[in-house]
């Protein structure tokens, strides 16, 4: 993965606030091609989380959120993207704090250099994050559940 050009952003709305923050780290942890189809797992750092508030995410990577202590790493495992398609719904498995679940989502597919040797993936989802168990609140500044991701990994083929 070509980590200058990739990126994973995060949107969470509040009453007060809108944060938005990345992941810095995050890794190809296993990926392999057969007859045209990307399977691949992803892992993202959770020590890495980034929303220019150290306070803010010093409470992200804990035990209200994320316990990145106990749950260092999240994960997203595909295994159907088909390299000949460039817009297509996606099954993946979503592992964060221990709690997997299956979601659909749009990606695109896009080859950015001659000979197809380099290519993009990107999209946008949104998750439940109370469906992971993080269900943290606050009664003055309360948190909407659904959070928006955007991504983008660039990938040498």
């Known amino acids: 993965m070509l980590k200058k050009k990739s990126h994973i952003k995060f949107i969470a709305n509040s ?9 810095h780290k995050f ?3 296993t990926a392999k091609v057969i007859k045209n189809k990307l399977m691949a797992t992803l892992k993202v750092s959770i020590d ?17 959120f994320f316990d990145y202590k106990k749950y260092p790493f999240a ?16 099954l993946a498995t979503v592992s964060i704090k221990g709690v997997s ?6 990606i695109h597919l896009g ?3 001659a000979k197809e040797t ?18 943290f609140d606050s009664t003055i500044n309360p948190i909407d559940n ?8 660039a990938i040498k083929k």
């Open 111 to 113: 080859y950015q250099k």
């Open 27 to 29: 890794e190809l942890e």
């Open 75 to 90: 994960r997203i495992k595909v295994s159907n993207i088909d390299l000949s398609k460039g817009k297509q719904q996606v």
């Open 15 to 23: 009453r007060f606030v809108k944060a938005n923050g990345n992941f």
């Open 118 to 135: 380099i290519f993009s993936i990107w999209g946008k989802t949104s998750i439940d994050r109370t469906h992971f168990g993080i269900d």
């Open 48 to 64: 890495s989380i980034d929303t220019n508030n150290s306070g803010r995410d010093k409470h992200l990577k804990g035990k209200d």
């Open 101 to 106: 679940i299956k979601m659909s989502f749009l």
């Open 146 to 153: 659904n959070i928006d991701i955007s991504f983008n990994f």
